[in-house]
């Protein structure tokens, strides 16, 4: 929630440059959002460190193949929807799903910040020991 603001708090207010994780799912309910968070990014990052911790859900990748309406809701702000079912649906929400994860890809390398995925199926200390690593390696040769 309100990731774009923080990041302008966060260069208004820290005056020595520092190391920051943003951790969220950077889903956003709207292209506008996405292209203020980038905004926002790029300008803390002028000064900050920022990597941010992506957590993604496997079950929210791709509709179930049910071919039956499904109710999602926004847990943020409550409101819901239904969504046709079929392999059509499926298909739309997968294309929406992965442009929506490339703009957010796009923002950060675009600031040139680092982003890591973590699942919630998979070892959060596994994804970043390797993101260290390379991290140390990209860094120091």
Same mark, same amino acid.
């Given at each position: 929630?309100?990731?774009a ?6 260069? %208004?207010? #820290? ?12 889903? /956003? ?7 203020r968070? #980038?905004?926002?990014?790029? *300008? =803390? !990052? %002028? %000064? ?10 496997p079950?929210?990748? =791709?509709?179930?193949? !049910?071919? =039956? ?30 442009? #929506? ?5 796009? #923002?950060? *390398? ?13 070892? =959060?200390?596994a994804?970043?020991?390797? /993101?260290? %690593?390379?991290? *140390? ?5």
């Open positions: 929630t309100g990731l603001e923080a990041l302008d708090e966060l260069a %208004r207010v #820290a005056k020595r440059r520092s190391v920051c994780f943003v951790v969220s799912d950077f889903l /956003f309910p709207a292209e506008a959002q996405v292209d968070f #980038a905004s926002s990014l790029a *300008r =803390a !990052s %002028r %000064r900050h460190d920022i990597v941010g911790l992506r957590v993604a859900d079950g929210e990748e =791709a509709l179930p193949d !049910s071919g =039956a309406p499904l109710v999602i809701e926004d847990p943020e702000s409550g409101a819901s929807r239904v969504l046709a079912g079929g392999t059509r649906a499926r298909r739309r929400y997968t294309e929406i799903w992965n442009a #929506a994860r490339a703009r957010v890809d796009t #923002a950060f *390398r675009g600031s040139g910040c680092d982003l890591v995925d973590l699942r919630t199926d998979g070892s =959060a200390l994804a970043l020991t390797r /993101f260290f %690593r390379e991290r *140390r390696r990209r860094i120091h040769g």
